[in-house]
């Protein structure tokens, strides 16, 4: 591979002394089992009284949202264009995702169209700071209070990023984290977090996560086991002081691309006053086949995110949506195409794929 789309192992080439000193220890103190010290790092990074580690993203968000309380009959809304486990953590609470359509500039839920999706069963709003950048979250609290409804952030691509000066994961009732390894703060394995300020919160998640108890074998209800494993921990420890100069560099890859692409396809836009964490550079372009083909004859990895928007996917073909509903996301599922983004990425790097789909992009 020429140019990888991420890049894990150039990434540990930098951090190889630290990560391993930390994995050694670990093992030394055979402390296998929960991150307490990571969990105190990342709290204190994001800024929110407590962090949760859990055992992935898509247990953060069903833990967050069951610990809230929700279940059969309830509504959450959330965006058309995301992951599939943002509604899987709905899902798996038994209660029923709710879907609207996203905004054309920034591809995050378009806070415009939520309103119309609220009914009287509709219990909370499920924003994702997709590919890296915050949703519009001042009309989305306003339309929460309002309606009383509850907001959990899916932060799950954007690790320090920021909307009008607050962390991503701060502004909502609580908010979750994958650190899945390819995300922009990734564990050696799977791992995931719940930050949040509210106490009660914070304790009913730890506790659904560890059978339902807080005290050996004292069991207050049935849980399930989700923790973050002291490995996982230890690594984003370390790779956590790397994360904000490792989102500077996917901020100056983004520009470079930006600026060689802008004049022959959709080059992605920052709303005002955004912190972008570029977890995914996104274009779009009208003859995607014929980029991707060329891309991955040139030895370039490329991908889609995502190529099915969630309302029409077999999962949830059971609720009954149909494209029309989304014109903005199921629009623009041909045209999307994601580029190498990571870290390591060298100027050289980027200027070749720039320089490569300009051979074949209309
Ligand atoms: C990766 C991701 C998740 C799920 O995280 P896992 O750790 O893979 O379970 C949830 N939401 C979004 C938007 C994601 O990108």
């Known amino acids: ?35 307490r010290s990571f969990e105190a790092d990342f709290a204190n990074y994001i800024g929110t009284k407590h962090c949760v580690g859990v055992g992935n993203g898509t247990d953060a968000l069903f833990m967050a949202m069951k610990s809230m309380g ?3 009959g309830d ?44 009914t009287p069963n509709t219990k909370a709003i499920v924003p994702v700071h997709l590919y890296g950048q915050a949703a519009d979250m001042d009309p989305i609290m306003e339309i929460a209070a309002k309606h009383g409804l509850k907001v959990i952030e899916d932060c799950a691509q954007s690790h320090g990023g920021t909307y009008k000066g607050r962390v991503t994961g701060t502004i909502g009732d609580a908010g979750c984290f994958s650190f899945y390894p390819g995300k922009n703060l990734g564990a050696y394995g799977d791992a995931g977090a719940v930050v949040t ?10 506790k659904l996560g560890d059978h339902g108890s807080n005290v050996k074998y004292q069991h207050d209800f049935q849980g399930t086991n989700s923790r973050m494993d002291g490995i996982q921990g230890a690594v984003l420890s370390v ?45 779009q372009v009208n003859n995607r086949e014929e980029v991707m083909k060329h891309l991955t004859e040139q030895d370039i990895a490329c991908g889609i995110h995502y190529p099915v928007a969630l309302p029409v996917t077999p999962a949830y073909a059971g609720l009954g949506y149909n494209a029309d509903q989304f014109p903005v996301a199921c629009g623009i599922q041909d045209n999307i195409l994601s580029l190498p983004m990571h870290g390591d990425l060298t100027d050289e790097d980027v200027d070749l794929v720039i320089s490569e789909v300009l051979k074949v992009a209309k």
């Open 70 to 72: 929700f279940g059969p």
């Open 239 to 283: 790779k956590l002081k790397h994360l904000d100069k490792w989102s500077a560099r996917r901020n100056a890859v983004a520009a470079r691309y930006n600026a060689g692409l802008k004049d022959v396809c959709i080059v992605p836009q920052t709303a005002d006053d955004i912190k972008h964490v570029w977890h995914l550079y996104v274009i």
């Open 1 to 35: 591979m020429k140019v990888n789309f991420v890049d894990l192992k150039a990434q540990y080439k930098t951090i190889k002394p630290e990560v391993d000193a930390a994995i050694a220890e670990v093992i030394a103190n055979t402390a296998f089992v929960n991150s």
């Open 197 to 206: 300020n509210d106490e009660e919160l914070a304790t009913k998640i730890r």
């Open 75 to 118: 509504e959450l809304i959330t965006a058309a264009n995301t992951f599939i486990a943002t509604a899987e953590g709905i899902g798996w609470t038994g209660a029923t995702p709710v879907f609207v359509d996203c905004d054309p500039v920034t591809y995050c839920i378009d806070p415009a169209k939520i309103e119309a999706a609220i």
